[in-house]
C-alpha cells in the first residue's frame, strides 16, 4: 500500500513541478525565491544558535541571521540603520541582476555560436583545398581517394557541403572512412543550388570542385543547378578544377554548358556503356582500370621533358626504368596518346606515364636490357565473328549496343534476354536501329529464372554481360521511361547476384569457365557476388567516383580518359605475349616495351594466366620494372596502349 502511495506521489510532483514551470518567468522566480528563503534562513538560524561566540541577546542574534543571510544571498548583509540596510540591500540586487544578465548574454551568445558551428553555418578558411558538393554514396570512395592522394602532404583539406546535418555527415564519414591521416574533413549544412550557402566552403581559394550526382530522378537538374551557382558564387574563370557527373546522356551537354569552358562534365551512362563493351571484349580490364585509378596503385603523372627535348618519343618509352611512357602533354595544354614513335618532344612538352607516384618518374635509361633474340613478328590474326549474351536491359543498354556495333568484326551477333523482348525492340529507337556489323535479336524472359537461363545454351557464347536490370513491374523496367535512375534502385543489384547464382552453377555443371562481365551499382554487392576471384565487375557509383578524383588532381587526365574509352583513338589492350616476345623463357619487360615499339605500342603491364584467380592482383602486373624477368606462356597477356 505504501509503495502504491509513493508511486502515485512522485507523478503529482511531477506534475505540480512541471505547472509551476508553464507559469513564467515571473512565478517561476518568485517560487525559486521563496525555495531559496526557506532553506537559507533556517539553516542560518541553525548556525548562529549553535555557534557559541554568537551573541548572546535575542536582538545581536537576529542580526546575525541577517547577517548570515545577506551573506550567503550575496545581497550584503549590511548592519545599520533601515535605510541604510534598504539601500545596500537595493545596490547589491541591481549589481546581481546586472551581472547575471551579462552571464545570460555571454552564455547566449556563445551557445548561438555552438549550434552555428553545429548546424555547419559557419565560413571555412582554407586554401588550396578540395571542395565536395552533394551527397551520395559516391561521396566516401571520394573522400577515401582524396585522403590517399594527400598521404604525402603535410596538410590538405576536404570541404563537404551538402543539405544534411553537419553531425550526422560527420558520422557517416567517420564510419566509412576509417583513416583520414593528415588530411582534415570539414563538413557544412546547405544547399548547394544557393550562391550565399557555396560561399561558405570558399570554393574561390579551392584547388578542386567536385559536384556529385544526387540520387533521385532529378538528380541530373540538380547538378545543372548547382554549376550554375557556382559560377554564381566564383564569377569569371578561376583556378579550381571543376568536375561534375551525370547519369543521362541527354543532360551532358546542358551541364557542360553550365560548368563553362573549364569545367569538366563525366557522363555515367556513357562511360559506364564503353567500359562495359571493352571489358567483354577484353577479359581482365576491368582490373586494369582499377588499378589505375585507385591513388593506392599505378596512376598517371606527368614529368618534365628535360634530357629528352628534341629527341623522338620511340627513345622515351626505354628512358624511365620505372615508369611506362604513354604519351605527350603539349605545351598548349593538349595530350597525345601514343603518338608515332618518331613524334619529336619539344622543350615546353612533358611526358605522361604511369608511376607509382610523382617523385618515382626519374629517368634512368633501360635500353641495355633488351634482348634481340627473344623479339618475334606478330602472326596475324583474322578478326572473327563472335556470339555475344545481354542479359537484362536498362537505359544504358541502348549505348552497349552502339559501342558494340563499334568495336566487333562484321556477322558478330548479340542475344538480348531482358523482360521487355521484342517490346524492347518497338519502344526503343536505339535498339532499334540499323547496325552495321551487329546483329541483334531480342527474346523476352526473367533473367533470375533459372528456366530461362537454362534455354539458353549460356557456355556457347563468347562472352556473357549482365547489365543491372530494374525489378519488373517498376516504370523503370520499360526502355521509354529513361528518367528513372536504376543506380538508386536496391533491387537491380539483388536481381544481378541472382542471376550470377545461376550462372556460376550453370558453369559447373558445363565444366567451363564463362565469360562474365557484369554491371553493378553498389560496391559492396561485388563483395557478395558468386563469381569466381577476379571476375570483371564494372560498378558505377565507384568507378565515376575515381574517375572524377583523378581528374581533379590532374585536370589533363579528363582529355586522357576520354580518349581510352571511346571507340575511336587509342585505348588499353589485352593482347597475347606470344605475339611480342618468345615464350617460354625469361625475358627483361624492356624486351616487351621494345617489341611493343616497333608495333606503334606502348607496353604498359602485362596479366599471368596462372594467376589469374589469386588475389590481390589477379595475375596483372602494371608498370613493372623494366629489369624485372618474366617468363610468359602461350595463354599469357600483354597490357598495351593501342590504337583502336
Request: proline share 5%; hydrophobic share 45%.
Amino acid at each position: 500500500m505504501a509503495q502504491q502511495h509513493t508511486k502515485s506521489l512522485r507523478p503529482r510532483l511531477r506534475y505540480r513541478f512541471d505547472h509551476l514551470v508553464a507559469g513564467g518567468t515571473a512565478a517561476l522566480i518568485g517560487w525559486l525565491a521563496l525555495a531559496c528563503l526557506a532553506v537559507v534562513i533556517p539553516a542560518s538560524t541553525v548556525l548562529v544558535w549553535a555557534d557559541r561566540g554568537a551573541p548572546t541577546t535575542l536582538s545581536g542574534r537576529l542580526t546575525a541571521v541577517w547577517v548570515s543571510v545577506g551573506q550567503t544571498l550575496k545581497i550584503g548583509g549590511a548592519v545599520g540603520s533601515p535605510v541604510y540596510v534598504l539601500a545596500s540591500v537595493t545596490l547589491a540586487l541591481v549589481a546581481l541582476l546586472f551581472v547575471s544578465t551579462l552571464v545570460s548574454l555571454i552564455t547566449t551568445g556563445i551557445n548561438r555560436r555552438i549550434m552555428a558551428l553545429r548546424r555547419g553555418h559557419s565560413t571555412v578558411v582554407e586554401a588550396g583545398h578540395t571542395v565536395v558538393l552533394g551527397w551520395s554514396n559516391q561521396v566516401f570512395p571520394v573522400i577515401g581517394e582524396l585522403v590517399a592522394a594527400n598521404a604525402n602532404q603535410r596538410r590538405s583539406a576536404i570541404a563537404v557541403l551538402a543539405p544534411m546535418d553537419k553531425v550526422e555527415m560527420e558520422d557517416e564519414i567517420s564510419t566509412s572512412v576509417a583513416r583520414t591521416g593528415t588530411t582534415r574533413i570539414i563538413c557544412r549544412s546547405g544547399r548547394t543550388t544557393d550562391p550565399t550557402v557555396l560561399a561558405r566552403v570558399s570554393p574561390q581559394t579551392a584547388k578542386a570542385v567536385l559536384v556529385l550526382p544526387p540520387v533521385g530522378e532529378t538528380g541530373d537538374a540538380h547538378v545543372v543547378k548547382t554549376l550554375l551557382a557556382l559560377d554564381a558564387a566564383v564569377p569569371g574563370p578561376g583556378d579550381a578544377v571543376v568536375v561534375a557527373a551525370v547519369r543521362d546522356t541527354r543532360n551532358h551537354l546542358t551541364a557542360r554548358l553550365a560548368a563553362g569552358p573549364g569545367g569538366h562534365v563525366l557522363c555515367v551512362d556513357d562511360i559506364i556503356a564503353r567500359l562495359l563493351v571493352q571489358t567483354a571484349r577484353q577479359p581482365g580490364l576491368s582490373l586494369v582500370y582499377q588499378e589505375l585509378l585507385d591513388f593506392a596503385g599505378d596512376e598517371f603523372y606527368t614529368a618534365a621533358a628535360g634530357g629528352l627535348a628534341g629527341r623522338t618519343f620511340g627513345e622515351a618509352l626505354l628512358a624511365f626504368t620505372t615508369s611506362s611512357v604513354v604519351g605527350l602533354l603539349r605545351g598548349d595544354g593538349g595530350v597525345v596518346l601514343n603518338p608515332d614513335p618518331g613524334a619529336a618532344i619539344a622543350a615546353g612538352d612533358r611526358i605522361v606515364l604511369i608511376s607509382e607516384d610523382d617523385d618515382t618518374a626519374v629517368p634512368l635509361d633501360a635500353a641495355a636490357f633488351v634482348e634481340e633474340d627473344a623479339i618475334v613478328t606478330a602472326r596475324p590474326r583474322t578478326p572473327l565473328p563472335e556470339r555475344l549474351l545481354l542479359l537484362g536491359w536498362n537505359r544504358r543498354a541502348p549505348l552497349v549496343l552502339e559501342q558494340l556495333d563499334q568495336f566487333v568484326s562484321p556477322g558478330t551477333t548479340l542475344d538480348v534476354v531482358a523482360l521487355g523482348g521484342e517490346t524492347t525492340l518497338h519502344t526503343s529507337p536505339e535498339a532499334a536501329a540499323a547496325r552495321g556489323r551487329l546483329e541483334v535479336s531480342f527474346h523476352g524472359g526473367d533473367i533470375t529464372d533459372p528456366q530461362v537461363l537454362a534455354k539458353l545454351d549460356v557456355p556457347s557464347y563468347d562472352s556473357v554481360i549482365v547489365m543491372a536490370e530494374p525489378l519488373p513491374g517498376t516504370e523503370a523496367a520499360t526502355a521509354t521511361n529513361t528518367d528513372t535512375d536504376t543506380d538508386t534502385d536496391t533491387g537491380t543489384d539483388d536481381r544481378t547476384l541472382v542471376t550470377l547464382l545461376h550462372l556460376r552453377a550453370i558453369g559447373e555443371a558445363a565444366q567451363r569457365e564463362l565469360s562474365l562481365t557484369t554491371e553493378m551499382s553498389d560496391d559492396g554487392n561485388r563483395l557478395l557476388a558468386p563469381a569466381r576471384e577476379g571476375a570483371d565487375f564494372i560498378v558505377s557509383g565507384r568507378l565515376i567516383s575515381l574517375l572524377m578524383t583523378q581528374i581533379s588532381e590532374s585536370r589533363y587526365l579528363a582529355d586522357v580518359f576520354e580518349e581510352l574509352f571511346r571507340a575511336e583513338g587509342n585505348e588499353l589492350h589485352l593482347k597475347p605475349a606470344s605475339d611480342y616476345v618468345r615464350t617460354g623463357r625469361e625475358v627483361a619487360f624492356a624486351t616487351l616495351v621494345e617489341s611493343a615499339r616497333r608495333r606503334g605500342e606502348c607496353a604498359v603491364g602485362y596479366r599471368l594466366r596462372a594467376r589469374a584467380a589469386t588475389g590481390p592482383d589477379f595475375g596483372v602486373r602494371l608498370n613493372p620494372d623494366k629489369r624485372e624477368r618474366v617468363r610468359f606462356g602461350e595463354h599469357d597477356w600483354l597490357i598495351v596502349l593501342a590504337e583502336s
